[in-house]
C-alpha cells in the first residue's frame, strides 16, 4: 500500500507558484519524502528529498510540516515544460533502497 | 547530472520469443539498479532489485524464471523476458543507484515492449 496521498491532478498557469501538496500520515522517523516527477513516456526524474527541514534546490523547494505528517513541493515559476506526474514518495534512504511509487497528480501548466 | 541509458528504446516481438533489455549507467558506477513496469495510464511498479554480483531480489507476484536479470557489472544490468505474450506489453524502465549518492536514483528512458 501507497504511503502517501496525493491529489490526483492540479492546473497551474504559467509563470505561477505551483504547490503540489502530498500527506504521509503514517512516516516514521527515519523515513525520508522524496519527490520525482515523469514527463510523458520517459523515465522519472529526481527532483528533491528531505527530512524534516525545508529544502531548495535548483529545480523546487520542499517544505515539511513539524509533525513530518504532510509536505508540498513548491515549483516558484512553473512553465509548460514542468508538465508531468509528480510523485511523493516515502522511504528509507541508503544503499539500494527500493521506492514505492503511488499514483502521483499530474500537473498540467497552461499558458 | 548521472545518466542511464536503455536499449532498445521500443521492440517489437512475436509471441513466444524472448528479448533482451539493456540498462546502463554511462557515467557513474551503479552498486543496485532497479527495473520497473509501467502499464498505461498506470503508476510505476518495481519488479526487482539488482546488486552487481549477486542475484537479483523479485517483488513479490513477479516470476523470477520469466524475467531474468543479470547484473554482471558496475555499468550494465540486463533484464530478458522469455516466452514474451501479449501481456508483457508494457513500458520497462530502469533505475541505477550510485554507491556515491545513495538517496537519488537515476532512471533509463525507458523501452517500449510490444508482443504481438
Known amino acids: 500500500d501507497a504511503k502517501t496521498t496525493q491529489p490526483p491532478s492540479m492546473d497551474c498557469a504559467e509563470g505561477r507558484a505551483a504547490n503540489l501538496p502530498c500527506n504521509h500520515s503514517?512516516?516514521?522517523?527515519?523515513?525520508?519524502v522524496y519527490w520525482y516527477r515523469q514527463i510523458h513516456s520517459q523515465g522519472p526524474q529526481y527532483i528533491i528529498h528531505?527530512?524534516?527541514n525545508n529544502e531548495t534546490n535548483e529545480m523546487a523547494s520542499l517544505i515539511i510540516t513539524e509533525d513530518r505528517k504532510s509536505s508540498t513541493l513548491i515549483l516558484p515559476h512553473a512553465t509548460l515544460r514542468d508538465t508531468a506526474v509528480y510523485y511523493c514518495?516515502?522511504?528509507?534512504?541508503?544503499?539500494?533502497?527500493?521506492?514505492?511509487f503511488g499514483t502521483g497528480t499530474q500537473l498540467k501548466v497552461e499558458l | 547530472g548521472a545518466v542511464v541509458s536503455q536499449h532498445p528504446s521500443w521492440v517489437i516481438c512475436k509471441s513466444g520469443t524472448s528479448v533482451k533489455i539493456e540498462c546502463r549507467s554511462l557515467d557513474f558506477q551503479a552498486t543496485t539498479m532497479f527495473w520497473y513496469r509501467q502499464f498505461p495510464k498506470q503508476s510505476l511498479m518495481l519488479m526487482a532489485t539488482?546488486?552487481?554480483?549477486?542475484?537479483?531480489?523479485?517483488e513479490q507476484g513477479v516470476e523470477k524464471d520469466k524475467f531474468l536479470i543479470n547484473h554482471a557489472s558496475l555499468t550494465l544490468s540486463t533484464l530478458t523476458v522469455t516466452s514474451a505474450h501479449p501481456e508483457d506489453s508494457s513500458f520497462y524502465i530502469c533505475?541505477?543507484?550510485?554507491?556515491?549518492?545513495?538517496?537519488?536514483?537515476?532512471f533509463g528512458p525507458g523501452t517500449r515492449l510490444t508482443v504481438t
Open positions: 514518495i516515502v522511504e528509507l534512504t541508503g544503499g539500494g533502497n527500493k521506492l514505492t
Open positions: 528531505g527530512l524534516k
Open positions: 503514517t512516516i516514521s522517523g527515519n523515513e525520508y
Open positions: 539488482s546488486n552487481e554480483g549477486s542475484k537479483a531480489t523479485y
Open positions: 533505475s541505477a543507484q550510485s554507491s556515491g549518492r545513495v538517496y537519488e536514483q537515476y
